[in-house]
């Protein structure tokens, strides 16, 4: 499985945030490029590529807790993707940014859209050229062990239940999982889940 983090960047972990970025891509049903968007942002990936994790290379690391699941999708609401229905490229690893003047050249010409995307000083990324259709979405996670602990259980289920609700309004037969354990989440067991987890 591939993971794409709704709201990547955001290291407040807002949830308003991450629930209007994950609307968008379902009303639109396609996840874009920030080329596509119109937008800026900074990353290997460039301008026209999308960056994911893959879900079954998340224990290789850079360093301790440098990768794509470890930075990104277990942080934020994420998308699940099926891997046999996209197309990926598996990106050049290069040495993290922070350890070599070449790599940060490479970073920084990738975000100007000079160097396009096929970089990454994270083992476990993966990137897809143009854009992303909703028919290759498998699930959503949430990171309930990190959003218990920034606010508290009650915030975990209110996301759970808005995501639920979201889909059902879109018309998406989806379920919602947590990203550590990877169980589908109900409102009835999230609580246990996140003990567990502790």
């Given at each position: 499985m591939y993971l794409y983090s709704v709201n990547a960047r955001d290291e407040d972990h807002n949830?308003?945030?991450?629930?209007?970025h994950l609307r968008k891509i379902l009303e639109s049903?396609?996840?874009?490029?920030?080329?596509?968007?119109g937008m800026s942002g900074w990353g290997f990936n460039g301008k026209s590529y999308i960056s994911l994790a893959d879900y079954d290379k998340r224990n290789e690391m850079a360093y301790e807790y440098y990768n794509s699941y470890y930075l990104y999708a277990n942080n934020s609401v994420s998308i699940m993707i099926d891997p046999k229905k996209v197309?990926?490229?598996?990106?050049?690893?290069?040495?993290?940014v922070e350890?070599?003047?070449?790599s940060h050249i490479r970073f920084i010409l990738a975000a100007w859209g000079i160097l396009d995307g096929l970089y990454s000083d994270l083992p476990d990324e993966v990137q897809v050229k143009g854009r992303i259709k909703s028919d290759t979405f498998t699930g959503i996670t949430i990171p309930t062990l990190m959003i218990a602990h920034n606010y508290d259980i009650n915030k975990v289920k209110e996301l759970y239940i808005r995501i639920k609700m979201l889909l059902e309004k879109l018309k998406y037969n989806l379920e919602v999982y947590d990203i550590s354990s990877l169980e589908k989440l109900e409102e009835d067991n999230?609580?246990?889940i996140i003990k567990r987890s502790l």
């Open positions: 949830i308003e945030t991450s629930l209007e049903g396609y996840i874009l490029t920030r080329e596509t968007l197309d990926t490229k598996v990106p050049k690893l290069v040495e993290p350890f070599s003047l070449l999230i609580e246990d």
